[in-house]
C-alpha cells in the first residue's frame, strides 16, 4: 500500500508540476532575467544591461501615461462596478419583503445580468467600437433619438472622454456578474439575521446596511482583488477598440499595450520584460494590501 | 512601411501597417530563424553550384538540366501567376524539371531547411508566417542579386533588368549596400475620389494646395465634407503630409528625416505641410467623426458620397469593392504642390515594393533562382500577375495596353507621370516607434490639438531621443 | 467554501415565495432600477443580433432600423467566408482538449494535495496558487519563446498545455478546498475492499466531487473559451486563430473587404454557445460562485 501511495502520488503531480514549471513559473523567472538585459530575440546576442531597461522606463513618456491610465483604472473601476453590483443586489432584495427574498423577476434579471460577463473582452469591445461610433453607434443614435444629439461625441476620439469610454465598457462587462456574487452572498446569509432584523422593526435600508453589508464585506474584498487585476490589465478592450491603439495620442495607453508593442513590434524584448516586472510588483502590492486591509477589518469587527 | 509585406494570407494586397496583431505576427516568426540562423554560422563557401556556361542567351549561367525549387507565397495573389513564369522558365531550359510549392507559411516550412543549408532555389518571402529578413542578411544566407540586375531583362536584351524596375524597386531590397531581396509588387499612395461624382459637380482635381483649399470651400458649400480619413490609425493622415514635404524640400529632406539629422523634422518643408494640414483641420474641411473611424468605416463613409477625398494606398479600390457602390469609378490623385518651387514635380508619388522574393545563397540552383526572379520579372510575366491580381506588379510598363479598372488604371497613370519622382521614407520600416511618435503627433495636429510647431517639437523630440540611444540599430540612406 | 453552501445556495435561484398581498410603493424603486441595467446590458447584445439580420448599408445608415427582412446570408457568409466556422472549430478543439486536461490534472493535483500529508505538500500547493495572482504579461514574452522552442508555436497541442498549464492553478485552488470537505469513511470503505488509491480516486472521490468539478468546469470553460491574449502570441497562424482572436483580426482588419453585417452575425455565432450554455447551466454557475466566494 505505501509503495502504491507513492506511485500515485508521483503519477498525480508530476505531469501537472513539469506543465506548470515548464509553462508558467519558468516564463515568469526568465522575464526576471530578460528585464536585465537588452535582448532583441537574435539568440547569443542579449547582453546585461542591469537597471538600464528600469531606469529608461521613468523616461518613456508612453509608458508613464500608460501607469497614470492604469492608476486611475484600479481606483475608478473597482469602485463603480462593485458599487454597482452592491446598488444592484441590494435594490434586487430590498424590493423583497424581508430585505433576503428577491423582488419579482429575479431569476431572468441574474441571468440577463450575468451575460456580458460570459463574453470574451474581444467581443465586448467590438461591439462597443460600434456602439461608440460618432456616426452610426447605437450610443450617439440613441441620443439624437432622445433629442440630446448635442452631447453625441466621438466617444472614443476626445482626449478626456476615451479613458471614461473604456472604463466604462470594463465596468458594463462585468457590474452583472459581481452583482449576481453579491446576492449570491446575501442569499446566504442566515434566514434568522434577516428575521431578528424584521422583529425588531427594522426598515429594508437599515437592515441591508446592518445585516447584509457586514456580512458580505469577504466578498466585496475578494471581488477588489479580481477587478483590481483586471483593472491593470485592460489589453484587450484597448487593443481592439481605441485609435492607435492606445490614443488618442496616449489618453487609453495601458502598460499591457506598451508591453505587448515593444516586445512584439519593436523587438525589445528585454525592456518589455522590465515593464512586466513592474506590472508584477504592482499586482503583488494590490493583492498584499488589498488582504490586509481585509484583516484589518476582520480585526475591528471582532 | 510597405516593406512589411503582405501582413497575412488573408489579406490579399494590403501592403499595409495598420494592425499591432499583424506586426505581431510578423516579429513571432522572425525569432525561429534567429537562433537557427546564427548558430548555423555563415561561412561564406560556395555550395557546390551547378553553373552553365554563360552566354548572350544564357547571361546568369543556367545549367540546363538544372532542377529548380521554387516556394511561392499562395496569399490572396494565389500561386498561378508564378505558375506562369515556371512555364516560361521550362520554356527556355527544357532540360530542367521544377519543384513548385505553393504555401502559406513560409517560414514554418522553410526554417529547417535553411538550418540545414539545403533551402529551394528562390522563395517568395511573404505573409504572415514569413522568414525574417534582418535575420536572413545577417547570417549571410542570401544571394546578392547584383549580377541578375545587370543581366539583360528576358523580353528586350537591350535593356538591364535593373532598368526595367520602377524606382525604388532596388533600394526597397538594399541591405547594406547589397541587393538581397527583390520585390514583385508595387503600391502608391494618394488622394482619391470618385471621378464621376467630381465630373458632374464640375470639380477639377487640385494642382496645388491653394486650388485644394478652394475646392473644399466649394464642395463643403455643396453640403459634403472635403475630406475624411481613417481616424482610429492617424498614419493615413500621415502619408499625404510626409508626401508634401517631401516634395517641397526634395530628397535632401527625405535624406535627412531617415537619417535622424538634428532638427531635420523643423525643416521648412516638414513645417509648411504641417501648416497646410492644420488648416484644412483648422476650415472644418475634415468630416466630423473621421477622427474616431476605422479604416472601413471612413472608407464606407467615402464611398457613400459623405466625403470627397481620402488618403489611401493603391489597395484602396479592392479593398472597397462591394462597398463602393456602381458606378463610384474611384480614382487616384497626387498630393496636390504645396508652393509653385516645390523640389519636386506635382506628379511626384509615394510608393514603394513588396512581395519580397529571395535567392538563397546555399541554393543548389543559384543561377537558376536568378534566371526565374529574370523571367518572373519581364513584362509578360508581370503582365499576366497584373490582369489576374489586380495590382501593379514592381516592372515598369507592365500594364501598358490593359484595360485596367479606374482605380487601378488610375495608380498606374500616377505612377508613369511620376516617371523618377517616386520616392519613399524609411524610417517607418527602420524606427517603429518613431513612426508611432509621427502618427501620434499627426493625430492631434488634424484634432487641432496641436499646432503645426508643436507637431515639429515633439516629432523632433522622438527623434532625438532615438538618435541618442545606443540601443537602436541606424541605418542610413 | 463547502460542499454545504453549495447545497444550501443551489436552490436559492427559485425561491420560495409565498403569496404575495400586493405590491409595495418600496418595490417601484427597485424594480426601475433593475429594468434599467437590465435594458442597458441587454440591448447592446440585442443591437448585435439584430444587426447580424441587417444589410451593410442599413447598419450604416440607420443604427436604430430593423431588418427589411431578416438576411441569413450574413450569417452563411461569415461561417463559411469569414472563416467564423473555421475559428469556431479551432476554438472547440483549443478549449475542449484544454478543458479535459485541465480538470484531469487540477483534480489529481488538488486531490492529492488535499488528502495527503507528505513533505513539501504545503510548498506545492504554494506554487500552484501564488500563479493565480501573477500578470500573465510578465510571463508573455519568455512563454513565447519557450513553445517556440519546443516547436508548438502555432499548433493546436501548444496552446492546449499552455491553456491547462494557466488554467490548472485556479483548478487546484478551487478544488483543494473541496476535496478536503469530502468525508473519510468512503474513501476508507474503499481502501478495505482492495481498491488501489487511484482507483479510490477515479472511481469514488471524483464522482463525489462532481459538484465542484461541474462549477470549475463552467468556469474553466469560459475562462479559456474567451482567452484572448495567450493565442494572440502563441497563435500566429490565421489558419488555426481562435474565435476571439478571429474576431478580433476581422475588426481590426476585417479581410478582403468591409463587411459590418457579416461581423455582427460573427458576434452573435461567437456569443450564443456561451450564453447557451450559462442558460442551461445557470444553476452550478451560481452555485460555484458562492462556493468561490464565501469560502
Given at each position: 500500500m505505501k509503495h502504491g501511495r507513492l506511485r500515485f502520488l508521483v503519477g498525480a503531480l508530476v505531469p501537472a508540476l513539469v506543465l506548470h514549471v515548464l509553462f508558467v513559473l519558468s516564463p515568469y523567472a526568465q522575464a526576471f532575467y530578460l528585464s536585465l538585459t537588452d535582448w532583441t530575440g537574435v539568440a547569443g546576442e542579449a547582453h546585461f544591461v542591469g537597471a538600464g531597461n528600469y531606469a529608461r522606463l521613468g523616461g518613456d513618456s508612453l509608458f508613464l501615461d500608460a501607469v497614470r491610465n492604469n492608476a486611475i483604472m484600479l481606483v475608478v473601476v473597482p469602485v463603480v462596478t462593485i458599487g454597482l453590483g452592491l446598488f444592484l443586489a441590494s435594490m434586487l432584495h430590498l424590493g423583497g419583503r424581508d430585505g433576503r427574498r428577491g423582488i419579482a423577476g429575479t431569476r431572468v434579471y441574474q441571468i440577463v445580468y450575468f451575460f456580458p460577463q460570459l463574453l470574451s473582452l474581444v467581443i465586448v469591445a467590438v461591439l462597443w467600437q460600434f456602439i461608440y461610433n460618432p456616426n452610426n453607434g447605437l450610443l450617439n443614435g440613441a441620443l439624437r433619438a432622445a433629442g440630446?444629439?448635442?452631447?453625441?461625441?466621438?466617444w472614443l476620439a476626445e482626449p478626456n472622454l476615451a479613458l471614461p469610454a473604456v472604463m466604462a465598457v470594463l465596468v458594463w462587462s462585468s457590474a452583472g456578474f459581481y452583482m449576481v456574487l453579491f446576492s449570491a452572498a446575501i442569499d446566504s446569509i442566515p434566514k434568522e439575521l434577516f428575521e431578528a432584523a424584521l422583529l425588531d422593526g427594522a426598515s429594508g435600508w437599515a437592515t441591508f446596511r446592518k445585516v447584509t453589508l457586514p456580512l458580505v464585506r469577504d466578498t466585496v474584498q475578494v471581488a477588489f482583488v479580481y477587478l483590481g487585476i483586471a483593472a491593470l490589465d485592460g489589453f484587450a478592450v484597448v487593443q481592439v477598440m481605441t485609435v492607435g491603439p492606445g490614443g488618442p495620442d496616449g489618453a487609453t495607453e495601458v502598460i499591457g499595450l506598451s508591453l505587448y508593442r515593444n516586445a512584439f513590434t519593436y523587438g525589445k524584448f528585454g525592456y518589455a520584460s522590465a515593464m512586466g516586472v513592474a506590472l508584477f510588483f504592482a499586482t503583488l502590492t494590490l493583492a498584499v494590501l488589498a488582504l490586509r486591509a481585509g484583516r484589518k477589518e476582520r480585526v475591528e469587527l471582532a | 512601411m510597405v516593406q512589411v509585406m503582405n501582413p497575412s494570407p488573408s489579406l490579399p494586397n494590403y501592403p499595409s501597417r495598420r494592425s499591432v496583431l499583424k506586426g505581431a505576427a510578423g516579429v513571432a516568426i522572425a525569432a525561429p530563424l534567429l537562433s537557427a540562423c546564427v548558430t548555423s554560422g555563415s561561412n561564406d563557401d560556395k555550395p557546390a553550384a551547378s553553373t552553365g556556361d554563360k552566354s548572350a542567351d544564357n547571361p546568369l549561367g543556367v545549367k540546363d538540366d538544372a532542377p529548380l525549387e521554387v516556394v511561392i507565397f499562395k496569399g490572396g495573389y494565389g500561386d498561378d501567376y508564378a505558375k506562369h513564369a515556371e512555364d516560361l522558365y521550362k520554356g527556355k531550359h527544357t532540360k530542367a524539371t521544377i519543384d513548385h510549392k505553393g504555401i502559406q507559411k513560409v517560414g514554418e516550412a522553410l526554417q529547417p531547411r535553411f538550418v540545414a543549408n539545403t533551402p529551394p532555389d528562390v522563395v517568395d518571402n511573404t505573409g504572415a508566417g514569413r522568414l525574417d529578413l534582418a535575420t536572413l542578411v545577417s547570417a549571410k544566407?542570401?544571394?546578392?542579386l547584383t549580377e541578375l540586375l545587370d543581366a539583360p531583362s528576358f523580353d528586350d536584351p537591350g535593356t538591364k533588368v535593373r532598368d526595367t524596375l520602377l524606382p525604388g524597386v532596388v533600394d526597397d531590397g538594399t541591405f547594406d549596400k547589397q541587393v538581397l531581396t527583390l520585390n514583385f509588387t508595387y503600391t502608391v499612395w494618394g488622394l482619391w475620389y470618385s471621378k464621376p461624382l467630381f465630373a458632374s459637380k464640375g470639380w477639377a482635381y487640385p494642382k496645388t494646395w491653394d486650388e485644394m483649399l478652394a475646392l473644399c470651400a466649394t464642395i463643403k458649400a455643396a453640403g459634403i465634407a472635403p475630406w475624411t480619413y481613417q481616424g482610429k490609425y492617424p498614419e493615413y493622415m500621415n502619408d499625404p503630409l510626409l508626401t508634401m514635404a517631401a516634395k517641397i524640400g526634395g530628397e535632401a529632406l527625405l535624406k535627412s528625416v531617415d537619417n535622424l539629422e538634428p532638427n531635420a523634422w523643423k525643416a521648412d518643408g516638414l513645417k509648411a505641410a504641417a501648416e497646410a494640414f492644420a488648416e484644412l483641420a483648422a476650415k472644418g474641411y475634415i468630416m466630423s467623426g473621421s477622427e474616431a473611424l476605422s479604416h472601413t468605416e471612413s472608407q464606407a463613409a467615402w464611398c457613400q458620397g459623405k466625403a470627397a477625398f481620402i488618403p489611401c494606398g493603391s489597395w484602396l479600390e479592392s479593398e472597397q469593392k462591394g462597398v463602393a457602390p456602381n458606378g463610384f469609378d474611384m480614382v487616384m490623385g497626387p498630393v496636390p504642390s504645396?508652393?509653385?518651387?516645390?523640389?519636386?514635380?506635382?506628379a511626384a508619388v509615394q510608393a514603394a515594393s513588396s512581395e519580397s522574393y529571395i535567392v538563397p545563397s546555399k541554393a543548389k540552383n543559384v543561377a537558376g533562382g536568378m534566371e526565374y526572379l529574370r523571367i518572373l520579372f519581364s513584362k509578360q510575366s508581370a503582365k499576366s500577375f497584373a490582369q489576374s491580381a489586380g495590382t501593379l506588379p514592381a516592372v515598369a510598363g507592365a500594364t501598358d495596353g490593359l484595360t485596367l479598372s479606374s482605380g487601378l488604371g488610375s495608380t498606374r497613370d500616377a505612377i508613369t507621370a511620376a516617371g523618377k519622382e517616386a520616392f519613399s521614407f524609411k524610417f517607418r520600416t527602420w524606427y517603429a516607434p518613431l513612426a508611432k511618435a509621427v502618427d501620434d503627433a499627426t493625430g492631434e495636429l488634424v484634432n487641432k490639438r496641436a499646432t503645426a510647431a508643436e507637431w515639429a517639437d515633439r516629432v523632433q523630440k522622438a527623434a532625438d531621443a532615438l538618435a541618442k540611444d545606443s540601443g537602436v540599430k541606424k541605418y542610413t540612406r | 467554501m463547502t460542499l454545504a453552501s453549495l447545497e444550501r445556495t443551489a436552490p436559492v435561484s427559485a425561491p420560495p415565495r409565498p403569496a404575495r398581498p400586493r405590491a409595495r410603493v418600496g418595490e417601484v424603486l427597485p424594480h426601475i432600477a433593475m429594468l434599467c441595467w437590465g435594458v442597458v446590458t441587454a440591448l447592446p447584445l440585442l443591437w448585435a443580433v439584430m444587426s447580424s439580420f441587417k444589410t451593410d448599408n442599413d447598419i450604416l445608415n440607420d443604427p436604430w432600423s430593423v431588418p427589411s427582412r431578416p438576411h441569413f446570408e450574413n450569417w452563411s457568409r461569415a461561417w463559411n467566408q469569414a472563416d467564423i466556422g473555421r475559428y469556431f472549430l479551432n476554438s472547440l478543439i483549443v478549449v475542449g482538449g484544454a478543458l479535459l486536461l485541465t480538470m484531469l490534472l487540477g483534480a489529481l493535483v488538488a486531490y492529492a494535495l488535499a488528502r495527503y500529508e507528505f513533505r513539501g505538500n504545503r510548498l506545492i500547493y504554494y506554487t500552484f496558487v501564488a500563479a493565480m495572482f501573477f500578470p500573465v504579461f510578465l510571463a508573455l514574452v519568455p512563454l513565447f519563446f519557450v513553445v517556440q522552442q519546443l516547436h508548438l508555436l502555432g499548433t493546436y497541442q501548444g496552446l492546449i498545455l499552455v491553456y491547462a498549464a494557466y488554467a490548472v492553478p485556479f483548478t487546484v485552488f478551487f478544488l483543494h478546498a473541496f476535496f478536503r470537505t469530502l468525508p473519510n469513511e468512503v474513501a476508507e470503505a474503499a481502501f478495505m475492499d482492495g481498491c488501489s488509491h487511484a482507483g479510490v480516486f477515479f472511481r469514488v472521490m471524483l464522482p463525489m466531487a462532481r459538484p465542484g468539478l461541474v462549477a470549475v468546469g463552467i468556469f474553466n470553460f469560459l475562462g479559456l473559451w474567451n482567452q484572448y491574449l495567450l493565442p494572440l502570441v502563441l497563435n500566429p497562424d490565421p489558419d488555426r486563430y481562435v474565435l476571439a482572436q478571429g474576431l478580433a483580426s476581422l475588426s481590426v482588419s476585417q479581410g478582403y473587404r468591409s463587411d459590418w453585417s457579416g461581423l455582427f452575425a460573427g458576434l452573435t455565432i461567437a456569443m450564443l454557445p456561451v450564453l447557451i450554455a450559462y442558460v442551461a447551466f445557470q444553476r452550478h454557475i451560481r452555485a460555484g460562485m458562492t462556493a468561490g466566494a464565501v469560502k
Open positions: 440630446l444629439g448635442s452631447a453625441a461625441r466621438s | 544566407q542570401l544571394s546578392d504645396r508652393t509653385g518651387s516645390d523640389k519636386m514635380g506635382g | -
